[in-house]
């Protein structure tokens, strides 16, 4: 446990609406990410950030924004949510492990968009 | 761009016997580094084991071994005396060195199926 918490971890919502879902950690780590997990694709990089204010697109960013305005937090936002977006949802840490990073994950987030 | 494949979508293994499973990537760096993670149907993802490409020797954890071959390319994933919580899925993922952002490129996984 690496103390990452996602909130909600449950989410249904209607198409076109904003959604936005949290990531906390407690443990002050400089780098974040956002995943999201669908059959047959794995893991995909939504997101990442690599300190307050500075973040970075991944592999399948449209659609999706991200703030980071302190340490411990990191949101994600879904502007205008879309049938396309229904998935689960990752936050990630990064955390020094010896010589090199490994990646801890939060508990995911379900969201439904109707 | 590094990619990362995991062929096997499904396997199954019987309880107390051993079953590997494959991951091969692609990439043109020399230094990088490899994992497996486990996912359980809690969801939650699990680091399993953590393998630097500049060390010939192959890492292991308990039950848990890899066979590292790096110039296939290859990263497999051998569980010995299989045991019913193992069943999960399972994806490997890579790590650049040359990055500078610690991005990870995961596999699409495999399901493990533990057969009592």
């Known amino acids: 446990d690496a103390g990452i918490t996602q909130s909600p971890r449950h989410k249904v919502t209607e198409t076109g609406t904003p959604v936005t879902l949290r990531c906390h950690q407690t443990?002050?780590?400089?780098?974040m990410y956002w995943y999201r997990q669908d059959p047959g694709h794995g893991l995909r990089l939504i997101h990442y950030?690599?300190?307050?204010?500075?973040?970075d697109k991944g592999e399948v960013s449209d659609g999706y924004s991200v703030s980071r305005s302190k340490t411990e937090d990191f949101l994600l936002t879904l502007e205008s949510a879309t049938s396309s977006q229904t998935s689960v949802y990752f936050c990630?840490?990064?955390?020094?492990?010896?010589?090199?990073?490994?990646?801890?994950f939060g508990p995911g987030t379900r969201l439904t968009v109707l | 761009a590094q990619t990362v494949t995991q062929s096997q979508p499904e396997m199954s293994v019987q309880e107390a016997e051993t079953v590997t499973l494959s991951c091969t990537y692609d990439?043109?760096?020399?230094?990088?580094?490899l994992f497996w993670y486990k996912q359980p149907p809690s969801r939650q993802m699990i680091l399993v084991i953590r393998?630097?490409?500049?060390?010939?020797q192959n890492a292991t954890e308990n039950r848990f071994s890899v066979n590292f071959q790096k110039a296939a390319k290859s990263f497999s994933l051998k569980i010995s005396d299989s045991q019913l919580g193992d069943a999960a899925m399972y994806f490997c993922a890579y790590r650049s060195v040359l990055s500078g952002t610690y991005k990870y490129i995961f596999g699409t996984g495999t399901r493990l199926k533990v057969l009592a």
């Open positions: 443990e002050n780590h400089r780098y």
């Open positions: 393998q630097e490409a500049y060390k010939q």
């Open positions: 990630a840490i990064s955390v020094m492990t010896g010589e090199a990073d490994t990646q801890y």
């Open positions: 950030s690599y300190g307050v204010k500075d973040t």
């Open positions: 990439t043109s760096e020399s230094d990088y580094y």
